[in-house]
């Protein structure tokens, strides 16, 4: 059963036509600061299966294998995930100085849970970002810590030595960072070990591009088209993006409701959605500022805004896909300081990247890759979303406030929304009718392939 589970999510990883995973990412901790625990959990992925307008939404992006307030223990998002049948993209955090209780948590993990954590799992991330905040868009943001590409290459070897012969033998492995760092030669090393390419991108934050919603759907295809380029056919998920529907202007980009109905239609249902793998940011952050919360104050399945995608027209499907071979979506480099804080909106342009690389610059698979999107990245100010005056290094997983003081080794959780803004959101949710999105026929063959194969 182990090898069956494990070829089918390897299948799914690499073929664009298998029926692509949908959820959201979920931090380690409460907007209070307070350690997420199995029941908190438990109502965040129930809330999220049963969404008005997207109840296909059954898939958990983590951003750490340890428990809040804890050394080394597993975090208890998964017998949460268990316990309502959630399939997981596991992460482990790489910066800073605990990637060994990273390590020791999912080797107890797979110790406890065994096959039951083997039959959700579909991918593992090493790190989120961490290429990014070592660069010097990302030093000169003050992003936080990050980590270079042969110890992040060093860590995914770790990561498939403690996997290998286990629940989890044959697990995707990837890494999350911006296309901005993907596209940088100097980490082409990390392409080479990965399974997939992991991207966070955010149009919202792009300030000195023309960043409207009206150009969201463009500018994300601009910056997926650059990490395709580089990927060497490898497939890539998009780990982060969305729109917030409250918080402070930032270029064009308006927060709202309507605009974040309007990014979910053109980005999620138009290029993502059943042909990527794709976590939505995110489901619930009420109080942050932006505030990217499907749904409010209330953890209730009826959200801001309506969810039911539109009709998909016959050229919607071949417009995107998770290969170097196609023209898609999503460019933002982040200057996030935490696992799940949406980035900043430090964008260098396209050709000012081999300026930045130490490496060669040689594109991989530039054979096969599709030419960028005809949309310009430019060059963009550094602004850490959350606070754009905070000079401390805070504490993974955490929206900085400029009261706080945030140290790596400090008690805070990776995944954490961080410190809640003053005033709250006046959303209204929607109260509209509900739909699912089916998977494709091709996805379905392809799985029930790979259980053939596994044989």
């Given at each position: ?45 129930e ?12 898939s ?40 060994d ?23 593992i ?11 010097v ?10 980590k ?20 989890l ?9 911006t ?68 918080g ?26 059943d042909?990527?793998?794709t ?5 619930q ?18 959200p ?11 050229s919607?499907s ?72 905070v ?11 400029n ?53």
């Amino acid at each position: 059963m182990k090898a069956v589970t494990n070829a089918v999510a390897l299948a799914m990883a690499v073929s664009p036509a298998a029926a692509a995973y949908k959820g959201f990412n979920y931090g380690a901790t409460n907007d209070d600061g307070s350690a997420r625990q199995q029941s908190d959990f438990e109502a965040q992925f129930e809330t999220a299966k049963g969404l008005v307008g997207a109840e296909d939404f059954t898939s958990a992006r983590l951003y750490t294998m340890v428990q809040g307030d804890t050394t080394n223990t597993p975090i208890s998002a998964i017998p949460a995930a268990i316990a309502q049948n959630v399939t997981l993209l596991l992460g482990l955090w790489a910066s800073g100085d605990t990637f060994d209780n990273e390590v020791a948590a999912l080797q107890s993990a797979i110790s406890t849970y065994g096959d039951e954590l083997g039959s959700l799992v579909v991918g593992i991330s090493v790190g989120s970002e961490d290429l990014y905040r070592n660069s010097v868009a990302g030093i000169e943001a003050d992003a936080g810590i990050g980590k270079n590409p042969s110890t992040i290459v060093d860590d995914i070897k770790t990561v498939r030595s403690t996997i290998s012969g286990t629940a989890l033998d044959g697990v995707p492995v990837g890494h999350v960072d911006t296309w901005t760092a993907w596209a940088n030669s100097s980490n082409s090393a990390v392409i080479d070990v990965v399974d997939w390419l992991g991207l966070d991108a955010y149009p919202f934050f792009q300030n000195t591009d023309s960043n409207s919603i009206s150009n969201g759907k463009s500018l994300f295809q601009a910056g997926m088209d650059q990490v395709n380029a580089v990927a060497g056919g490898k497939p890539l998920w998009v780990t982060e993006t969305g729109w917030p529907v409250t918080g402070t202007q930032q270029g064009l980009a308006i927060a709202s409701a309507d605009n974040a109905k309007t990014y979910w239609d053109d980005v999620g249902c138009g290029l993502l959605f059943d042909n990527v793998n794709t976590y939505w940011y995110i489901l619930q952050d009420y109080g942050a500022s932006p505030s990217f919360g499907v749904v409010g104050s209330e953890l209730t399945t009826t959200p801001l805004y309506n969810l039911t995608c539109p009709a998909v027209s016959t050229s919607t499907s071949s417009s995107v896909s998770s290969t170097a071979t196609a023209t898609s979506s999503v460019g933002s480099s982040t200057g996030t300081v935490s696992p799940s804080n949406p980035p900043s909106s430090s964008l260098p342009s396209a050709s000012s990247l081999s300026s930045q690389s130490s490496g060669s610059d040689k594109t991989p698979g530039s054979a096969t890759s599709a030419s960028p999107s005809s949309v310009t990245l430019s060059a963009s100010s550094s602004v850490t979303p959350g606070s754009a005056t905070v000079t401390s290094t805070p504490t993974p997983g955490v929206i900085p406030s400029n009261s706080t003081v945030y140290t790596p080794s400090g008690a805070t959780t990776p995944g954490s929304t961080g410190t809640k803004a003053t005033s709250s959101p006046t959303v209204s949710p929607y109260t509209g009718g509900a739909s699912s999105v089916s998977a494709s026929v091709t996805g379905i063959v392809a799985a029930i392939f790979a259980l053939v194969v596994a044989f």
